[in-house]
C-alpha cells in the first residue's frame, strides 16, 4: 500500500533495495525523481515507515548522508566485515602452482588466519605476459581452502563469466569456502562489468579505487554495484600514478582511509603491495611495505590485502614486491601494534569530546 502510494506520486519513480543485516532485511524504497516538494513527514507516517532519509546526490546507498549513522557492515562466510573490524588479507597475488597455494594457506592457518588472495584472472598490462590459469586452478585453490580452514578468499574477475566458474567450481566442491570478487583497478569504471557484479547477491565485493581517475569518480563507480543490488562492498585504497610517487610504484594514498569512512558506510582497505611495489627498506630495517600498511592501519583501516609469496623468484606476477613466508608472524604483530596504536588514539578522542562537552567552552578563545 505505500509502494503504490509512493509510485503513483507525480515525477516520482521507486527503486527498492534489501538491506540484509546480521538482525534482520531492511528494505530500502529510492524516491528518485523530483522529490523536493514531497515533505519527509508525510512520508513518516505511512505504514510500515521506519525512517525517511533526504539523501544527497552522490553515493545514494553506500553514502553516509546527515544523520546516517547505520554502518553497512556485512557478515560473510563467518567473517564480519564493517568499518570497526580489521581483517588481513595476506596471499598470492598470482595462483602458479598447488604446491605454493598449499604452503601458504598452511602458514596462514598456523596463523589464525581466515582470509587470503588468491589471483585465478589476472589482468595484465602485456598481452604477453601471465594472464593467470583462470578456472583450471579453482578446483585445488578451494579444496585446499576448505582444508585449511579458508573462510574467504580475495579473487579478482575481469570477467562476468567468471562469476559462472567461480559458482560451478565452488559447488563442484561443495561450497568448502567463501569468495570476495575483487575488481582491479584497470576495471573500476568498466560500468557493465560493474554492474554484472552488482546484479548477483552471492559474492561479496572488493572494489580497488582507479589509479588515474579522482576519489570521487571511484566512489560513484563503486556505487553502480549497489544501485544494481549488492551493497556488501568494501572499497580498497591502492595507491595512484604519478611520478611524484616515486620510487614507490604508485603514490600512497592511505590518508585517505578516514575520508572514505566519513564520506561513505563501506569498510575500507589498503593494499600497501600494490601502492609501494618493492621491498625496499629504510634505515630502521622495515620495508616500505610494512609501513604502508601500518600507516593504514593506524588511521583506522579495516582490511589489508597484501602479497606474500613461499618462493618470490618463482612467483609467475609480481614476485618483487612479495612478502616472505617466514616474514608472516613479523608482519601480523606489526599489524596488531598498528591496530592497537589506533583503538588507542580514539579512546584519546573520544576523550577530548568528553572533556569539551563538560568543559562547556571554559577553554573558548575569547572574541
Ligand atoms: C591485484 O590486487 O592483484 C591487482 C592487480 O591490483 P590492482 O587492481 O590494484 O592493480
Ligand atoms: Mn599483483
Same mark, same amino acid.
Given at each position: ?75 560473510y562466510n563467518g567473517v ?9 588479507f595476506a596471499g598470492l597475488c598470482a595462483v602458479d602452482t598447488p604446491e605454493h597455494t598449499e604452503q601458504m594457506m598452511a602458514a596462514l592457518r598456523d596463523h589464525?588466519q581466515v582470509c587470503t588472495r588468491m589471483g585465478a584472472y ?10 593467470g590459469y583462470g578456472k583450471s586452478c579453482l578446483p585445488y585453490v578451494f579444496e585446499q581452502a576448505g582444508r585449511y580452514g579458508i573462510r574467504v578468499i580475495a579473487m579478482e574477475i575481469?570477467?562476468?563469466?567468471h562469476l559462472v566458474e567461480i559458482h560451478e567450481s565452488l559447488e563442484q566442491a561443495g561450497w568448502p569456502t567463501g569468495v570476495m570478487v575483487q ?19 552471492e559474492f ?56 572514505? !569512512? &566519513? ?13 609501494? +611495489?618493492?621491498?625496499?627498506?629504510? $634505515? =630502521? ?23 606474500f609469496h613461499p ?5 609467475l ?8 613466508m ?17 583503538? !588507542? &588514539? ?13 568543559? +562547556?567552552?571554559?577553554?573558548?578563545? $575569547? =572574541?
Amino acid at each position: 500500500m505505500t509502494l503504490d502510494y509512493l509510485s503513483r506520486l507525480p515525477g516520482v519513480s521507486t527503486r527498492i533495495h534489501n538491506v540484509r543485516g546480521t538482525q534482520q532485511v531492511l528494505t530500502e524504497i529510492y524516491l528518485i525523481g523530483d522529490t523536493k516538494s514531497l515533505l519527509l513527514e508525510d512520508i513518516q507516517v505511512l505504514p510500515g515507515v521506519e525512517r525517511v532519509i533526504r539523501v544527497s546526490e552522490e553515493y545514494r546507498i553506500l553514502g553516509r548522508h546527515r544523520d546516517e549513522q547505520r554502518a553497512i557492515g556485512f557478515e560473510y562466510n563467518g567473517v564480519p566485515f564493517n568499518q570497526d573490524t580489521l581483517n588481513i588479507f595476506a596471499g598470492l597475488c598470482a595462483v602458479d602452482t598447488p604446491e605454493h597455494t598449499e604452503q601458504m594457506m598452511a602458514a596462514l592457518r598456523d596463523h589464525g588466519q581466515v582470509c587470503t588472495r588468491m589471483g585465478a584472472y589476472k589482468p595484465r598490462t602485456n598481452p604477453y605476459a601471465f594472464q593467470g590459469y583462470g578456472k583450471s586452478c579453482l578446483p585445488y585453490v578451494f579444496e585446499q581452502a576448505g582444508r585449511y580452514g579458508i573462510r574467504v578468499i580475495a579473487m579478482e574477475i575481469t570477467h562476468e563469466a567468471h562469476l559462472v566458474e567461480i559458482h560451478e567450481s565452488l559447488e563442484q566442491a561443495g561450497w568448502p569456502t567463501g569468495v570476495m570478487v575483487q575488481i582491479g583497478t584497470r576495471n573500476t569504471q568498466n560500468f557493465e562489468l560493474l554492474k554484472a557484479v552488482g546484479r548477483q547477491q552471492e559474492f561479496p565485493v572488493l572494489f580497488k579505487r582507479g589509479f588515474g581517475i579522482t576519489l570521487n569518480e571511484s566512489l560513484n563507480a563503486a556505487e553502480y554495484l549497489a544501485s544494481e543490488g549488492n551493497s556488501r562492498v568494501v572499497f580498497c585504497l591502492r595507491g595512484v600514478k604519478t611520478n611524484m610517487g616515486d620510487p614507490h610504484r604508485n603514490l600512497v594514498d592511505f590518508a585517505q582511509v578516514p575520508v572514505v !569512512k &566519513r564520506l561513505t558506510r563501506m569498510p575500507v582497505c589498503v593494499d600497501p603491495s600494490h601502492s609501494v +611495489g618493492s621491498r625496499e627498506h629504510s $634505515p =630502521d630495517g622495515i620495508l616500505d611495505l610494512m609501513h604502508a600498511a601500518a600507516q593504514g592501519v593506524v588511521a583506522g583501516a579495516n582490511m589489508v590485502l597484501i602479497d606474500f609469496h613461499p618462493k618470490p623468484a618463482k612467483a609467475l606476477v609480481d614476485g618483487p614486491q612479495a612478502m616472505l613466508m617466514n616474514e608472516l608472524s613479523w608482519f601480523l604483530e606489526d599489524i596488531a601494534l598498528a591496530r592497537e596504536c589506533y583503538e !588507542k &588514539r580514539q579512546a584519546l578522542s573520544r576523550q577530548h569530546m568528553a572533556k569539551v562537552a563538560t568543559d +562547556g567552552g571554559a577553554h573558548r578563545v $575569547p =572574541d
